[in-house]
């Protein structure tokens, strides 16, 4: 009995096998355990991993790097339009979906994702000797339903036969055989992952053996790309001082974890050592190899079942990614934000709010925004609007219009607004709001 565990990170791409009741990384052809997340396209051939990225200072317009960061995004999301800005590859948008333009020819980020899949079911299978097929994707915990489809998707059509796709996070735990082992009592642990585009600080309770995200932060202007930069310039001072003001702002661990390959620098690991001095920090697996032994080891948990989908019940909890706000007004006019779902909130779940409007208007216009908490409101957080109109106009007092929410477990949105005095209704349903 045989899995295969994958890591597409947004630089580098990553396999571990379960077999013998054991998980580990295996190297690729070049005999490197891990592989640059690299796709270059000549006239008749596509190049992947190392050979990609060594070429592509002569190749640079047909070769493509991170394209997890724009996988399932549309024109119009700010993380896409920011990619865009930066591809040295030509980013078209072709009957409303992002390609692309390489020697007068489309190619879908599915289809590159595909071509990494493609070279990680190559190595895993060389390794184990055998086609197997089965697979566990990993995540980030911050992907939408959108995302986690076209990652999916391109695992399928490279020949993977997904099982599950899990968040990064919950990866990193199971790597460690945290709750999994010894199952009982309650605990805080701290998954810190650094890679070569973005930091993320996750906090997840360990209760009996379920994982629940209770607060997450995701920084995406620091990764192994910008050290390299800063440091050259001599600025690494003030990153290591933006990495603390982060890490302190969680909740108190009794447990941490290190993955992500630039969580390898030594000095990233005695600073946070040096804030959290009392609390353990395991680190005997390489950062880089955390995650894909998880989910190696997950796929080895579900082959052991017989019924696959019954284990996410008893494992996991989804949870909302982002804090999702309704906006209102407060007594002087100014704009007020009422946090209604924060982020670590645990899915399904139902929110009710009663929203306050001046009473001589005959409309009111209630808008949702998403958040990570970090930055204030502006336009580009805002992701529904729902109106309700012909309300009857007072001359004194408000219009109390009650806000029903109700997320699902795949982060769809379901919204009724109700004005209480004329009960006039409107509905709307967001398919992904976090």
């Known amino acids: 009995m045989a899995a295969i565990g994958v890591h597409l990170g947004a630089t580098c791409a990553c396999a571990a096998v379960y077999k013998d009741g054991r998980a580990d990384v295996v190297a690729n052809d070049a005999g490197d355990r891990v592989t640059p997340a690299v796709v270059a396209f000549a006239e008749n051939e596509e190049v992947v991993g190392l050979a990609a990225k060594q070429s592509r200072i002569r190749n640079i317009s047909n070769t493509v790097v991170k394209v997890k960061q724009i996988l399932g995004r549309s024109s119009g999301d700010p993380q896409a339009e920011k990619y865009i800005k930066e591809s040295k590859c030509s980013v078209v948008e072709k009957n409303g979906k992002l390609q692309y333009e390489i020697d007068n020819k489309l190619i879908s980020p599915e289809d590159v994702a595909k071509l990494i899949f493609s070279k990680m079911k190559e190595t895993a299978q060389s390794a184990l000797g055998s086609d197997v097929n089965d697979v566990v994707i990993t995540v980030p915990f911050d992907f939408g339903e959108n995302q986690k489809n076209a990652l999916g998707e391109a695992a399928a059509a490279a020949g993977f036969n ?12 199971l790597a460690y055989g945290i709750g999994q082992d010894s199952p009982t009592g309650k605990s805080n642990v701290l998954v810190y992952k650094l890679g070569g585009t973005s930091l993320s600080i996750t906090v997840i309770e360990v209760n009996s053996g379920i994982y629940r995200v209770l607060a997450t932060d995701t920084d995406d202007g620091i990764g192994g790309v910008c050290f390299t930069e800063a440091l050259a310039q001599h600025l690494g001072i003030s990153l290591y001082s933006l990495l603390m003001e982060l890490v302190e702002e969680k909740a108190n661990p009794m447990l941490e974890f290190l993955c992500g390959g630039s969580a390898r620098i030594p000095k990233l690991q005695q600073l946070i050592k040096d804030i959290f001095p009392n609390v353990e920090l395991l680190s005997s697996i390489p950062p880089d190899e955390v995650i894909p032994i998880g989910a190696a080891i997950e796929a080895g ?19 909302s990614a982002k804090d999702i706000l309704l906006k209102g007004v407060d007594e002087t006019g100014a704009d007020k934000f009422t946090v209604l779902f924060p982020s670590g909130t645990p899915l399904p779940a139902r929110r009710q709010h009663t929203l306050h409007a001046p009473g001589n208007t005959s409309s009111v216009c209630l808008e949702l925004y998403e958040s990570l908490g970090k930055s204030p409101m502006n336009k580009e957080n805002k992701f529904a609007q729902i109106v ?28 009724t607004c109700t004005d209480q005095d004329t009960g006039k209704c409107e509905v709307i349903t967001v398919e992904v709001a976090s």
């Open 388 to 415: 309700l109109q012909d309300l009857d106009k007072k001359e004194a007092g408000l219009h109390d219009i009650l806000t029903v929410l109700t997320m699902k477990r795949d982060g769809s949105l379901h919204v």
């Open 301 to 319: 948990i579900l082959l052991g079942k017989e019924n696959p989908s019954l284990e996410e019940e008893a494992l996991f909890i989804e949870c």
């Open 162 to 173: 997904v099982m599950r796709l899990i968040h990064e996070p919950s990866a990193a735990l």
